[in-house]
């Protein structure tokens, strides 16, 4: 991917880097020049792979298991980064799960588990990082955080998804408002239906279908993405604080027949 973009002697985390899109944001921020530490849940052979890919091309990277569901663990996670490559000038939160169930099916242990990853988890990395980069007085520093169209259109299954995405929406603006006095914006990207992994374990999952759906006419990849993760930490960026961009080849603008 074609980066003019240089973000040379900067630090970035990136959470759940390990996977889909996660990889792609890892990768476009090594090859603009930043340092990396990216986090990984049960991908273990897929971080180190990664991290023996770019050490060989010359990057600067780390990675450390962290289980973002512990308030604990994101901050430890944030304290591992810094102390592997120095303090964090940007965040990309890319962790995240999604466990579709039916609404009359929820579990309390289901919701629990996917508000505490997608958006408890979420705010305490965030506020670990927001309280580092504010203590010595950093300027230019950005979090994004992501979120998905399950944040602004729901579908059947996602009920306990669509309120920790629609929860991370408004989490973007409440941080970019709060922060914005310390020189941190923060941003919110919000992909649509992006080809992933997982999409090879769902049997109903057939891109030419999805993509006649989408008005690009294409289901969406990891590298479409990551270069707008890249471009909000970016200096391109510096005046753009609180908002949650739709990366979803025109979907959620699209009505839908009645």
Same mark, same amino acid.
């Given at each position: 991917?074609?980066?003019?973009?240089?973000?040379?002697?900067?630090?970035?985390?990136?959470?759940?880097?390990?996977?889909?899109?996660?990889?792609?944001?890892?990768?476009?921020?090594?090859?603009?020049?930043?340092?990396?530490?990216?986090?990984?849940?049960?991908?273990?052979?897929?971080?180190?792979?990664? =991290? &023996?890919?770019?050490? %060989? +091309?010359?990057?600067? @990277?780390?990675? !450390?298991? #962290?289980?973002?569901?512990?308030?604990?663990? $994101?901050?430890?996670?944030?304290?591992?980064?810094?102390?592997?490559?120095?303090?964090?000038?940007?965040?990309?939160?890319?962790?995240?799960?999604?466990?579709?169930?039916?609404?009359?099916?929820?579990?309390?242990?289901?919701?629990?588990?996917? =508000? &505490?990853?997608?958006? %408890? +988890?979420?705010?305490? @990395?965030?506020? !670990?990082? #927001?309280?580092?980069?504010?203590?010595?007085? $950093?300027?230019?520093?950005?979090?994004?955080?992501?979120?998905?169209?399950?944040?602004?259109?729901?579908?059947?299954?996602?009920?306990?998804?669509?309120?920790?995405?629609?929860?991370?929406?408004?989490?973007?603006?409440?941080?970019?408002?709060? =922060?914005?006095?310390?020189?941190?914006?923060?941003?919110? @990207?919000?992909?649509?239906?992006?080809?992933?992994?997982?999409?090879?374990?769902?049997?109903?999952?057939?891109?030419?279908?999805?993509?006649?759906?989408?008005?690009?006419?294409?289901?969406?990849?990891?590298?479409?993405?990551?270069?707008?993760?890249?471009?909000?930490?970016?200096?391109?960026?510096?005046?753009?604080?609180?908002?949650?961009?739709?990366?979803?080849?025109?979907?959620?603008?699209?009505?839908?027949?009645?």
């Amino acid at each position: 991917m074609p980066v003019s973009i240089d973000l040379s002697g900067r630090v970035t985390l990136v959470t759940g880097g390990a996977t889909g899109i996660g990889v792609a944001v890892v990768r476009a921020f090594c090859a603009a020049g930043s340092a990396v530490f990216f986090s990984y849940t049960s991908n273990a052979d897929g971080a180190e792979a990664l =991290l &023996d890919d770019l050490r %060989r +091309g010359g990057a600067r @990277v780390g990675a !450390a298991h #962290a289980d973002l569901g512990s308030p604990e663990a $994101a901050r430890g996670l944030v304290a591992k980064a810094e102390e592997a490559l120095g303090p964090l000038d940007h965040v990309v939160n890319v962790a995240g799960i999604t466990d579709p169930h039916p609404v009359l099916e929820i579990t309390p242990e289901t919701w629990d588990r996917t =508000l &505490d990853i997608n958006l %408890r +988890g979420m705010f305490f @990395v965030c506020q !670990a990082a #927001a309280r580092s980069m504010a203590s010595r007085r $950093a300027r230019d520093c950005s979090l994004v955080l992501m979120s998905s169209v399950h944040g602004k259109v729901a579908g059947p299954g996602h009920t306990h998804y669509e309120a920790s995405k629609g929860g991370i929406n408004m989490l973007t603006r409440s941080l970019a408002v709060e =922060l914005g006095g310390h020189g941190i914006r923060v941003n919110c @990207v919000a992909p649509g239906a992006v080809e992933v992994e997982r999409y090879a374990h769902m049997r109903h999952y057939d891109p030419a279908r999805w993509g006649r759906a989408i008005p690009l006419g294409r289901v969406g990849l990891p590298d479409d993405i990551a270069p707008l993760c890249l471009f909000l930490c970016s200096p391109g960026a510096s005046y753009i604080s609180g908002e949650t961009i739709y990366v979803d080849g025109g979907l959620t603008s699209k009505m839908v027949p009645l």
